[in-house]
Every structure is written in C-alpha cells, then in structure tokens.
C-alpha cells in the first residue's frame, strides 16, 4: 500500500520543468525520461518514456528497484504503472491513466499484504504550480488481504547445571489476525492554485461506496478465532491543505533515491540538512473532514451500529503557530439485546460531539534544533541535543493551551454540555477552566435507582454528590463552574475548594 500511495504522490507533484513541442518527439522523451529519472534513480528498466503521436506513454516498472531489497528482509512486488503524458503548449500538461493497479508484501515471520485496484484518472498538471491544476480519479474494486503472524515464542529456561538443549529447527510462525478489506468505488477530484504565502493550495473531495471488511483475530496459541466484520454503505469527505512545499518535498525525495545507503546517507549528511531545511514548514495548514453512515459492526457478541460518525483533523505544518485540532461527532448508537442491562439502554448516550484544540506550542524551532544537531556519524546522533533546551523551544511560553469547545452528550431525555480551557506545561501545574451543564438529570437518576445496587450502586452516588453540588442555571440546568487557578492553588467547584492546593514541582 505504502508503495502505490508513493507512486501515486510522485505523478500529483512531480515537476516537468520545460515545455517542449506538440507532437511528441524522442527528444521530448528523453527530457521527460530524465525528470522522472530524478525521483525513481537511473536503474535500468525502472522508467520508460515512448513518443506516441501527439502523447508521450510513460511506463514505470517499480521491479528492478525492488530486486534490490534483501529476501530475508522483505519482498515487495508491484505492477508496472502506464500514464498518459500530453504536452498543451501553454505549461501545463495532459496526464491520464486506465490500469490495475496490484502488489504485494511478503516480511518474513511477520506480515504478509496483497492488493489490487482499478484505477482511471484524468488531470491537468501545471508547471508553475509543481501541482495538478485539476484531477479526478476512481478507484473501482479495491481489496486488500493481510496476515499478521505473532512474534515467536522465546525458548523455555533451562534448569540450572541442566545440559543445554539441542537445537531444533525454527517453528512455522503463527497467525495472529486475517484481515480482508473491499471497497466497491472510490472517487476523488483535486484542484490546485498558488498559496497567498508561497507553496501551492490543493483543495480535494472524495466518496467511497460498498464498504466492507473482516478481520479473524486468533486468541493465543491454540486459542479459537474471533471474527469481526465491519460494514457501511460508504463515507465521504473533504480535505484542504494550504501552502504545501511540493519543491522541497520533491527535491529531498531526489536526494534519498541518489543517496540508497546509509553510508551515502551519513557522508552527505550536511547536504541532507539543507534539503530537509529546504522543505519546511512541509505545509501551513492541513484539514480533513470525513463521514461515515450506517456503520455496522459484527461481533461474537451481535451487531452493534452508528448511524453517523464524523470526524474532523487538522494540523499545522511546522511552524512557529503550531496547532492540531480535532472534532468528533457520533449519532444513533445501537448495541446488541443483552450485552447491556435493562436499566442502562434507556439512558445510553444517543449523540455525542467533541471539539479539541491544542495551541500555543512551537514546531519550527525545535525542528531546527533537530536539523542542526542531529549527527548521522555518531553512535547517539543525538547527543548534541539539550532536552531542557529543546522542551523551552516547543513552549516558548512555558505552556501549551488545551480548548475544548462547546460539546455534548444527549440521550432520550437529557442532555450534558461541556467546554474548557486549560493551560498546561512540563513546570507549572495545570490552570484554567471549565464549565458543565446538564439537564433531564432526573431521569438519569430515576434509572441508577431502579437499577440493582451492586450494579448501578456506586454511579448512583456519585450522580448525587454531583448534583447537591451543582448550581441552578438561567433556565433550570444543573451547572458546575470549575476553576484551576494558576500557581496550584486548589481546584473549586461553583467555588467551593475540593481538596488541597496542587503541590509546586
């Protein structure tokens, strides 16, 4: 998998830095033959470029390259790649596919993965932009089968003065988890225009249908299977990213594959810290937003189910402002007759929403430090590095800021907000705040009381204890105003100390 999405990222950014004539000529596909030479290395057989008319076919055959991974380590296998190269005199160019897509990864004793795809792409590629001005794709009947083996068992102790025992051959290894994925259609489309601030700003949709996967985990040596099928009728998403560093990125991808050990890799390793200095920030700002709906989960013990699942991520590159965010958003649990109590399914949480921030920490500065200190050459490359100095560049400001913004938990009846924001730092205890709101509580408690004791009886007093120390809201609601004051003094509730000042480090 890794391999195909590799591939793939090369065509979406490779440069084609000149423009050369329409119809295609030999000369063209020695230019062109030549840049992708750059990324892929100059082994024979690895890339092709023959002139067909007005279009140039560029043929990538990944096998002389993988030949040269040691059996004992690994033994990958993927399918040759055929695009369409076509020349628009005006610097951009006509790129488009129509192939399988398969491979396979074989690490001995470990992990075994086969793969394969339909896939039809269209796009334009601009020069300038080192970026697809535009780019749809799909991806039909997309299957991945994998085995995970357990690690091998260590060999039993000998008694002490016992006679060692004789060597016996390596046990076959053992397999952990199957696994088979299948996706019916995935469809993506991408556009690309300069960033404000340098880079490139891609904007991209994608949808998936039919999918489907089953996975047998094996409980121990001897042990029975336990098998798990997931389904859902499809997702879909969007995903930004703005300011990304094609040409750094790129122009330090040259330099791995023209450096393949690690003996080059250390005796240029100056040269190395340029080129990855070259490549930040990487990106400014990245986000990706997906749904799920309907998934279904199959389980030894019924089919639990959500009838939506929304998540959201998004992240800094590596600057100065760092920031990663994160939103959740789950409706329509179900769960199987009988894995719960009675009691419990009429107050089982129906939504919930989560919205988490962590700012105000550094990535540029620490990289850097990274960057510059880091020795190849060494036998701790990075003895050079002063943690107390490197954690004052992740928090310049002593503290990282941590904010959860309103969220929510509802059920039939009741319904719990929530929101936060917390300073927190590797020197100073945690500070700041958070509020909770609830109402529909009485139905909540009615249930814990009706429920057996033993079962329900410990949550039933908390509930209590909560409650009589709540606050009444604008409207009724049980509040609870809770205050981390900076320095460790002690943490209130609506005021009220509950318990003795946080202890200086």
Not at 388 to 395: G, I
Request: proline share 8%.
């Amino acid at each position: 998998m890794f391999l195909k999405q590799g591939l793939v990222a090369l065509l979406a950014f490779c440069p084609v830095s000149a423009a050369w004539a329409v119809p295609a000529t030999e000369e063209g596909a020695a230019r062109l033959r030549g840049v992708f030479q750059t990324y892929f290395g100059g082994t024979e057989g690895v890339v092709s470029v023959t002139p067909q008319g007005e279009s140039y076919e560029l043929k990538i055959d990944p096998a002389p390259l993988l030949a040269q991974v040691p059996a004992e380590q690994a033994q990958i296998s993927v399918s040759a790649l055929t695009y369409r190269l076509t020349d628009n005199g005006d610097g951009s160019w006509g790129v488009s596919e129509d192939q399988v897509l398969s491979w396979s990864v074989v690490v001995p004793k470990m992990f075994e993965q086969k793969g394969s795809t339909r896939i039809e792409s269209t796009g334009t590629w601009d020069e300038s932009l080192m970026s697809f001005r535009e780019q749809q794709a799909v991806m039909t009947d997309y299957v991945i089968d994998s085995v995970q083996y357990a690690p091998p068992l260590p060999p039993p102790a000998s008694e002490p003065g016992a006679e060692p025992a004789p060597e016996q051959a390596p046990e076959e290894p053992q397999v952990a988890s199957r696994d088979h994925q299948r996706t019916a259609r995935m469809e993506m489309s991408l556009s690309g225009t300069a960033g404000k601030a340098g880079g490139v700003d891609q904007a991209m949709s994608f949808t998936a249908e039919e999918l489907e996967q089953t996975q047998e985990i094996v409980m121990g040596p001897g042990g029975q299977p336990m098998q798990i099928s997931i389904t859902a009728p499809g997702y879909d998403g969007s995903g930004r990213i703005t300011g990304a560093r094609t040409e750094g990125v790129l122009s330090l991808l040259a330099w791995f594959v023209a450096h393949p050990s690690q003996e080059l890799i250390k005796g240029s390793q100056e040269t190395l810290r340029d080129r990855v200095s070259a490549a930040m920030p990487l990106w400014d700002d990245l986000s990706m937003d997906a749904a799920v709906r309907d998934l279904k989960v199959g389980t030894p013990l019924g089919e639990f189910g959500l009838a939506s699942a929304r998540v959201m991520v998004g992240m800094s590159g590596v600057t100065a402002d760092g920031r990663l965010q994160e939103q959740v958003a789950l409706s329509g649990l179900s769960v199987p007759e009988g894995v719960l109590p009675s009691w419990v399914t009429p107050i089982l949480p129906q939504e919930v929403t989560l919205d988490f921030t962590a700012s105000e920490f550094d990535l540029a500065a620490p990289a850097k430090m990274l960057i510059e200190a880091v020795d190849l050459t060494a036998e701790d490359p990075f003895a050079k590095l002063d943690p107390t100095q490197l954690q004052a560049a992740l928090l310049p400001q002593g503290k990282a800021a941590l904010t959860l913004a309103p969220s929510q938990i509802k059920g039939d009846g009741y319904r719990i907000d929530y929101r936060a924001a917390i300073a927190v730092g590797a020197d100073a205890p945690p500070n700041g705040s958070a509020l909770i709101s609830a109402t529909g509580l009485d139905k909540v408690e009615a249930a814990l009381a009706a429920a057996p004791q033993e079962q329900a009886g410990q949550p039933l007093m908390m509930l209590r204890m909560a409650r009589a120390m709540a606050k009444p809201g604008a409207s009724g609601e049980n509040v609870w105003d809770i205050q981390m004051p900076e320095g460790g003094g002690p943490v209130t509730v609506n005021g009220q100390p509950m318990g003795p000042a946080t202890s200086q480090p």
